[in-house]
């Protein structure tokens, strides 16, 4: 057989015009590039991009998706596998139907559906018409108004057949800002002075962790790891650093961070960046729920007007600040997940270890933290670890932003000492249940914190102390139900929840929460069935989603029985 040779110079490579396998649509491309404009095309960016198309279009069709992969040099598969992951991008395939413009979507998770969204969501289904879609959909973080029905990104508060559609017809779909500590006012009131002294050097990085570590303050996110230990973790590791904030706050009953953003964001901010700088983080991610428009409106303006400004009042010190914007994602409350999203990936959690101390966000050493824990960090400088700690009852330091909602007659969130019991909680803050409730029972951290009866209304609520019992406070989202409520029912409302949310990746959490919801549909619970699936789904799940689905069934097993016979 001959052997032809070929001289390199007579190879030649044909250059791949658009995603192998996929023709690109030059119209669509042009609108896709229209939409970018002149925004970086860097991987990470994808989950933004894709809001840009949502945004636009109301839906992402399958051109505008081949499209974004040959703008952005990716694989078409990687662009849809991220955009079909998450709630709210609205992926069309070729041949199918668009939906309506216009999405009106109604919470049926715990407080909400105690309120009586589901037939809320029947009567809109019925009466809106085709023009408009109506979906049901899980917490938006506004519990203390339910229900509570989106109108395109207005949420519309005590909701009403009457009031969305109203709202409809008017097209009022863009959510209200009201009014708040903007950065003027803020600077005005003495604001970002301790930022400054740390800039200067007037306070030094070692004697701010020591005030953190001394404060007791833990993270306020759910898992409450001692703050100051952290920031000295991940100070230990080689940098270059990162800091990432999560504000996804998906916990159904939790809506304490959007509570205080919308009121002083800029609190927040300085704390945030008095911890970046404390830790030697060069860059600070904001990762916000999609659902709070409102507060990504009151973010976009104030982070701009302190880049604008920092300078001239406060030097070359400030670190560059990016908000990034989730999808509808509960599993990215997850840290590690969260850090796969701002990357603009899927929001799968990582295996462990390492840890995001070590390898996190763009593999570097990563600061993560809730907002709130940020929120607190000016205070703790300023006044000093023991203003913090000298707060609490019952043995217990510190302080809990509560956020309460139920059958009490003053939902809201409260600012509490830490180890309050919730007597006290109901008496002293929530003006007592509602007229016609007798309090029966209550969730003391959100849909995955697990249920008590009223009869145990005095154990102290803090980090620890309610895990024998079963529970935990974690973000201290508190849900009280009266008796006119059934706690099987709304476990199964948990549970479907965390059926919907659960990322896919690990089959005790996928298999697990679907398996559970179907038993506890029954009339007559398969008690021990469903305690062999609770005891694999904690002991195999990846992350605390499958780990932690099972508090509420099983608390029913424990402290309702009488509902199950």
């Given at each position: 057989?001959?052997?032809?040779?070929?001289?390199?110079?007579?190879?030649?490579?044909?250059?791949?015009?658009?995603?192998?396998?996929?023709?690109?649509?030059?119209?669509?491309?042009?609108?896709?590039?229209?939409?970018?404009?002149?925004?970086?095309?860097?991987?990470?960016?994808?989950?933004?991009?894709?809001?840009?198309?949502?945004?636009?279009?109301?839906?992402?069709?399958?051109?505008?998706?081949?499209?974004?992969?040959?703008?952005?040099?990716?694989?078409?598969?990687?662009?849809?596998?991220?955009?079909?992951?998450?709630?709210?991008?609205?992926?069309?395939?070729?041949?199918?139907?668009?939906?309506?413009?216009?999405?009106?979507?109604?919470c049926?998770?715990?407080?909400?559906?105690?309120?009586?969204?589901h037939?809320?969501?029947?009567?809109?289904?019925?009466?809106?018409?085709?023009?408009?879609?109506?979906?049901?959909?899980?917490?938006?973080?506004?519990?203390?108004?339910?229900?509570?029905?989106?109108?395109?990104?207005?949420?519309?508060?005590?909701?009403?057949?009457?009031t969305?559609?109203k709202a409809?017809?008017?097209?009022?779909?863009?959510?209200?800002?009201?009014?708040?500590?903007?950065?003027?006012?803020?600077?005005?009131?003495g604001?970002?002075?301790?930022?400054?002294?740390?800039?200067?050097?007037?306070?030094?990085?070692?004697?701010?962790?020591?005030?953190?570590e001394?404060?007791?303050?833990?993270?306020?996110?759910?898992?409450?790891?001692?703050?100051?230990?952290?920031?000295?973790?991940?100070?230990?590791?080689?940098?270059?650093?990162?800091?990432?904030?999560?504000i996804?706050?998906g916990?159904?009953?939790?809506?304490?961070?959007?509570?205080?953003?919308?009121?002083?964001?800029?609190?927040?901010?300085?704390?945030?960046?008095?911890?970046?700088?404390?830790?030697?983080?060069?860059?600070?991610?904001?990762?916000?729920?999609d659902?709070?428009?409102?507060?990504?409106?009151?973010?976009?303006?104030?982070?701009?007007?302190?880049?604008?400004?920092?300078?001239?009042?406060?030097?070359?010190?400030?670190?560059?600040?990016?908000?990034?914007?989730?999808?509808?994602?509960?599993?990215?409350?997850?840290?590690?997940?969260?850090?796969?999203?701002?990357?603009?990936?899927?929001?799968?959690?990582?295996?462990?270890?390492?840890?995001?101390?070590?390898?996190?966000?763009?593999g570097?050493?990563?600061?993560?933290?809730?907002?709130?824990?940020?929120?607190?960090?000016r205070?703790?400088?300023?006044k000093?670890?023991?203003?913090?700690?000298?707060?609490?009852?019952?043995?217990?330091?510190?302080?809990?932003?509560?956020?309460?909602?139920?059958?009490?007659?003053?939902?809201?969130?409260?600012?509490?000492?830490?180890?309050?019991?919730?007597?006290?909680?109901?008496?002293?803050?929530?003006?007592?249940?509602?007229?016609?409730?007798?309090?029966?029972g209550?969730?003391p951290?959100?849909?995955?914190?697990?249920?008590?009866?009223?009869?145990?209304?005095?154990?102290?609520?803090?980090?620890?102390?309610?895990?024998?019992?079963?529970?935990?406070?974690?973000?201290?989202?508190?849900?009280?139900?009266?008796?006119?409520?059934?706690?099987?029912?709304l476990?199964?409302?948990a549970?479907?929840?965390?059926e919907?949310?659960?990322?896919?990746?690990?089959?005790p959490?996928?298999?697990?929460?679907?398996?559970?919801?179907?038993?506890?549909?029954?009339?007559?619970?398969?008690?021990?069935?469903?305690?062999?699936?609770?005891?694999?789904?904690?002991?195999?799940?990846?992350?605390?989603?499958?780990?932690?689905?099972?508090?509420?069934?099983?608390?029913?097993?424990?402290?309702?029985p009488?509902?199950?016979?």
């Open positions: 057989m001959a052997v032809i040779k070929v001289s390199p110079e007579q190879i030649t490579k044909k250059k791949r015009r658009g995603p192998k396998g996929h023709a690109v649509d030059p119209v669509a491309l042009d609108e896709v590039q229209k939409l970018l404009g002149d925004a970086s095309r860097q991987r990470d960016l994808l989950i933004e991009h894709l809001h840009k198309i949502q945004d636009a279009y109301h839906y992402i069709s399958s051109r505008h998706l081949v499209a974004l992969a040959h703008e952005m040099n990716l694989a078409t598969a990687e662009v849809y596998e991220v955009a079909s992951f998450y709630h709210h991008f609205d992926v069309v395939k070729e041949g199918q139907t668009p939906p309506p413009p216009l999405t009106v979507r109604v049926e998770s715990l407080s909400c559906d105690m309120a009586g969204s037939d809320l969501i029947h009567a809109l289904e019925n009466g809106l018409g085709d023009t408009v879609r109506v979906q049901k959909v899980p917490c938006v973080g506004r519990c203390q108004h339910a229900p509570v029905a989106v109108v395109g990104q207005n949420p519309i508060d005590h909701a009403t057949v009457e969305v559609v409809v017809e008017l097209n009022d779909v863009k959510a209200k800002v009201a009014g708040y500590i903007n950065f003027e006012q803020y600077q005005t009131d604001g970002y002075q301790t930022l400054k002294q740390v800039i200067e050097g007037k306070i030094d990085a070692e004697s701010i962790i020591q005030k953190m001394n404060s007791g303050l833990r993270g306020l996110g759910g898992a409450g790891f001692p703050a100051g230990r952290k920031w000295r973790i991940v100070k230990g590791f080689e940098g270059p650093r990162l800091m990432a904030v999560n996804d706050e916990e159904p009953g939790t809506f304490k961070d959007r509570h205080y953003l919308e009121q002083d964001p800029h609190r927040f901010l300085e704390g945030a960046i008095i911890a970046a700088l404390t830790v030697g983080c060069e860059e600070i991610y904001i990762y916000l729920r659902e709070y428009a409102g507060c990504r409106e009151i973010l976009t303006r104030e982070i701009a007007k302190l880049h604008s400004h920092a300078s001239s009042i406060l030097g070359n010190g400030v670190p560059p600040i990016h908000l990034r914007r989730g999808a509808g994602a509960y599993i990215c409350g997850e840290e590690s997940a969260m850090v796969e999203s701002i990357e603009g990936k899927r929001g799968m959690p990582r295996l462990r270890p390492p840890f995001l101390a070590q390898v996190g966000l763009f570097r050493p990563t600061l993560e933290h809730n907002m709130e824990t940020c929120y607190w960090v205070d703790i400088v300023e000093g670890p023991e203003w913090f700690a000298s707060h609490g009852r019952n043995g217990r330091k510190g302080l809990r932003s509560f956020s309460i909602s139920g059958r009490i007659n003053k939902p809201g969130v409260y600012l509490a000492p830490a180890g309050i019991t919730m007597r006290e909680l109901i008496d002293e803050y929530c003006g007592g249940m509602q007229e016609g409730h007798e309090f029966y209550y969730f951290g959100g849909a995955s914190g697990g249920i008590l009866p009223a009869s145990m209304d005095d154990i102290p609520m803090d980090f620890d102390t309610l895990n024998k019992y079963g529970c935990f406070i974690g973000s201290a989202a508190v849900i009280v139900f009266s008796k006119q409520d059934s706690a099987r029912e476990a199964l409302n549970m479907k929840f965390f919907e949310e659960s990322c896919g990746q690990c089959t959490c996928r298999v697990g929460t679907a398996k559970a919801a179907i038993l506890m549909k029954e009339k007559n619970w398969n008690q021990e069935l469903l305690e062999e699936l609770s005891v694999v789904m904690v002991d195999a799940s990846i992350c605390g989603l499958g780990q932690a689905a099972p508090n509420p069934l099983r608390c029913v097993m424990k402290y309702f009488d509902e199950l016979q």
